[in-house]
């Protein structure tokens, strides 16, 4: 887990789950968060598996704070982003968190059934430095800026009962 610095876009941080395999894409999302300034807790699951293990309890590791988002690359061992998009789009207590797909993969295929499972976005992750720390920039804006996520509480799940 990595806390980046506050910045005026944000007054506290936002709560980031990045579900990626790669060491080095790893290294670039946290250096291009914080190159951005944009103020986050970003949390680091390696596949699909662990990061239901860090969303769910298990009895061997603690949970995280609930995401604000994620972000999910696709092509991962054990179970790739399209299978756990599809997991959490089925639970009802994770079902709202918004999952920004971030991979190298530009396959039709791909695109489509990421938002056939309701993923929120799908982008393209640039090979440049550059290109990719643009890319965190603007989507870290868009998070901070633009985007309304559910609070607290707030789940796809049936209302409780009175």
């Known amino acids: 887990m990595t806390t980046l610095f506050p910045t005026p876009l944000s007054a506290s941080p936002i709560e980031i789950l990045l579900v990626e395999d790669s060491e080095p894409d790893i290294h670039l999302t946290r250096e291009a968060f914080s190159e951005a300034g944009i103020a986050n807790t970003l949390h680091i699951a390696r596949d699909g598996v662990e990061a239901l ?10 949970r995280i704070p609930r ?18 998009l599809e997991e959490l789009k089925r639970d009802p207590d994770l079902m709202t968190i918004p999952v920004i797909m971030l991979t190298t993969s530009q396959a039709e295929e791909d695109v489509l059934r990421s938002y056939q499972a309701y993923a929120a976005s799908y982008v393209v992750k640039p090979v440049e430095f550059d290109r990719f720390y643009e890319a965190i920039r603007a989507l870290g804006r868009y998070m901070l800026t633009i985007v309304r996520p559910p609070g607290p509480g707030e789940t796809g799940g ?5």
């Open 53 to 62: 293990e860090l969303l769910r309890c298990c009895p061997d590791r603690p």
């Open 67 to 84: 995401p604000d988002v994620i972000l999910l690359d696709i092509n991962m061992p054990r179970m790739n982003g399209l299978e756990l």
């Open 158 to 162: 049936p209302p409780p009962a009175q």
